[in-house]
């Protein structure tokens, strides 16, 4: 399908929608406005650094196309190339011509480009060493556990391996919970039956910590956090503003203050005449009167008895 100056790659993502039906429909519809802009973001799904998750996403997505008298491997053959970019994009294009020539090969090919063995060993060994951390929940554990089994699908465990594997890494507690809801010993139960225990308990424990968050998100304490905050970025403006409108300090004048004249006063009258200028105190005169008043002071006492002088 051609249309005049519109590229391929916008058609495709006008059309594809129309070519979906049930929950792949449905899936499209819930996903948010604006989230999907090119058809490489159609196509390529999230998790672009595992190969086995981009496959399986690709998969999902072009399972529900279908055109008359084409098989469905060949609908992917054709569309795979647009799911990919950067590094990806660029080792396909490197690839010799006609050296992929099925669904199979090209997708054997792309494991083993970024999926190497090296890579498998180490989740392999991570999936053996598990353990339950310290501050994990049994629902979270279980989760991280199967997305490290997601992350090798070629792990090569089977299911009583991983149960068993699974169990002896979690805390005494909830490896007593599961033997609980066993009946005895959790391990002797077919690996159906202890899947189902294991769902089971993991539905419990993620409802809970779902009701625990919705009452934090509920507390009362956040709208006066808020407010606090709020008046907080108030008093900052405040102080912002207030410096801003604040006039430059004047400039120091360099001009010194005058200085008040010394002006003489005298000790003893307390007129502006000096102290050596009062009369009393030309030359002898003031050392005399002090004599004076001394002898007048002696005689005085003498003569009311006091011999203590």
Known sequence: MRVPNVPNSSIKLMLFPFLLKGAARIWLEKEPPRSIQTWEDLVSGHDKEDPHAHIRYFNKITSTMRVP???????????????????????????PPRSIQTWDDLVSKFINQFFPPSKKTNLRNEITRFQQRFDESFYEAWERFNDLLRACPHHGFSELHQLDTFYNALNVNDQDSLKSAAGGNFLDKMPRECLKIIESKSKVHQSRAKAVVAKVGTSSSTPVISSDVAELKDMVRALLLDKKNQSPAPTPSTTPAPVKAIESICVTCGGANSYQNFPTTQENAYRDDIQEYVSQAAAANYNQGNTGF
């Open 69 to 95: 008298n084409v098989p469905s491997s060949s609908i992917k053959l054709m569309l795979f190339p647009f799911s990919l970019e950067g590094a990806a994009r660029i080792w396909l294009e490197k690839e």
